[in-house]
């Protein structure tokens, strides 16, 4: 599986971004995407996932402002984010939970990368 995320730029606080992240190389099924951050000097952490399913799990800091959606015919993610706030400031990873076969065990894979800077 290859993630690719795009979205990410400079937006002033209170502002809105939306991010994207496009999965391809499938072969058999995506069980869970999500989005992680990393703001500088901080350890990666969960921002929101999704399932295959629509089931959503969101990290209390975001709940309100963020919202994660999936295009399962388009294999694509999505990060809706309004409120922004300097503390969002990180990199974005994009990440999926992914069966190569329908007995393989879930793998996981990560995206690039893509930088959200909010400015106050």
């Known amino acids: 599986v290859q993630l690719q995320a795009s979205g990410g730029g400079l937006v002033q606080a209170g502002g809105s971004l939306r991010l994207s992240c496009e999965a391809s190389?499938?072969?058999?099924?995506?069980?869970?995407m999500g989005w992680y951050r990393q703001a500088p000097g901080k350890e990666r952490e969960l921002v929101a996932r999704?399932?295959?399913?629509?089931?959503?799990d969101s990290a209390d800091s975001v709940k309100g402002r963020f919202t994660i959606s999936r295009d399962n015919a388009k294999n694509t993610l999505y990060l809706q984010m309004t409120s922004l706030k300097p503390e969002d400031t990180a990199v974005y990873y994009c990440?999926?939970?992914?069966?190569?076969?329908?007995?393989?065990?879930?793998?996981?894979?990560w995206g690039q990368g893509t930088l959200v800077t909010v400015s106050s």
């Open positions: 990440n999926a939970v992914a069966r190569r076969w329908r007995w393989d065990s879930p793998q996981n894979y």
């Open positions: 190389r499938i072969t058999y099924s995506i069980d869970i």
């Open positions: 999704i399932t295959e399913g629509g089931s959503i």
